[in-house]
């Protein structure tokens, strides 16, 4: 048998709290696919059953009854040994680390941070801008900014915006397209395989012929800059798409009905309640939630 990490009783709890492969992917940011690899090596290594497969989820077996209060034992332990190390700070300063949404990070937060540097000279910032997920009850951040609100964990969040999704491409390439009738009739940028699960990516797989999409990336830098070049259209949050220098693309009217439907995302700022008050990370987290608000984004 394999040594057991705190990613493997991290896992076993998500499935136990979320019901579902799908619901502990959307929590680690990653495809449900890779959670049920990740179970099934564990139970392999453990020689027994955690969860009962079905087509609503995952059940409890009678084991995972007897690994939860471990789990939940080890979280409850290091939220503790965070408050206890946290209280002692007093001062507006030291390493804040955040998590965020790519996008997010390229095209708020780097444009954003010289105001938090002005305003708080003794902090310093460290911004993970990959897809990964980070556990905020282990201290990988201190800060996360993400599409879902979490459901489990000692978690505070607070809902930043509503994203409401738009077509977009480079001024050139809508001005000689013009009214979009047709999303087949055009090229397009996607998601690569990491994260072909997300909405957006859904919805092209549904509306458009794979051919027309003429790139996959999972860097949405990547994808911006093709954008701008004119190779394709791309679907973002709508608030982002001026930051980006791009531009929506008007839709006929049938389009413009069919892609009202399309569900509207949200931003979501999260952090641990431990954590919550300690003032680098309480200076950070209101200064975001001033400028999203300012910035009428």
């Known amino acids: ?62 084991v995972a009854e007897e690994l939860l209060p471990f789990v939940d034992a080890a979280e409850q332990a290091a939220a503790g040994f965070i408050r206890a190390a946290e209280g002692f700070e007093r001062e507006i300063e030291g390493l804040v680390r955040i998590s965020s949404i790519p996008g997010v990070a390229s095209y708020l937060l780097a444009r954003w ?40 964990g000692d978690l505070v969040a607070v809902k930043l915006i509503e994203a409401k999704m738009a077509i977009v491409a480079s001024p050139a390439f809508v001005e000689e397209v013009g009214v979009l009738s047709e999303p087949a ?19 092209l797989r549904e509306s458009v012929p794979e051919a027309q999409i003429v790139l996959r990336t999972d860097s949405i830098d990547v994808q ?37 439907d399309f569900p509207a995302g949200a931003l979501w700022l999260v952090g641990h309640r431990a954590l919550r008050h300690v003032p680098r990370v309480a200076a950070i987290w209101d200064i975001l939630i001033e400028q999203f608000q300012r910035g009428g984004i």
């Open 113 to 152: 941070m010289k105001e938090w540097i002005v305003r708080y000279p003794k902090l310093q910032i460290q911004l993970d801008s990959s897809a990964s997920y980070v556990d905020l009850t282990r201290r990988e951040a201190d800060i996360a900014l993400r599409a879902y609100r979490p459901q489990s």
């Open 1 to 62: 048998m394999r040594d057991i990490s705190w990613d493997d009783m991290r896992l076993v709890m998500l499935l136990a709290r979320e019901g579902s492969l799908l619901g502990a992917a959307k929590t680690m940011g990653v495809n449900p696919s890779t959670i049920g690899r990740r179970l099934e090596a564990l139970e392999s290594s453990l020689g027994v059953r955690i969860f009962d497969r079905t087509r609503q989820g995952v059940l409890k077996t009678a």
């Open 185 to 203: 009739s055009i090229p397009w940028i996607s998601w690569g395989p990491a994260m072909a699960h997300l909405p957006d990516a859904l919805w």
């Open 224 to 260: 911006v800059q093709a954008c701008l070049a004119g190779v394709g259209a791309l679907l973002v949050a709508e608030s982002l798409a001026q930051e980006m220098g791009l531009v929506k693309m008007p839709l006929a009217g049938e389009l413009k009905i069919r892609f009202e």
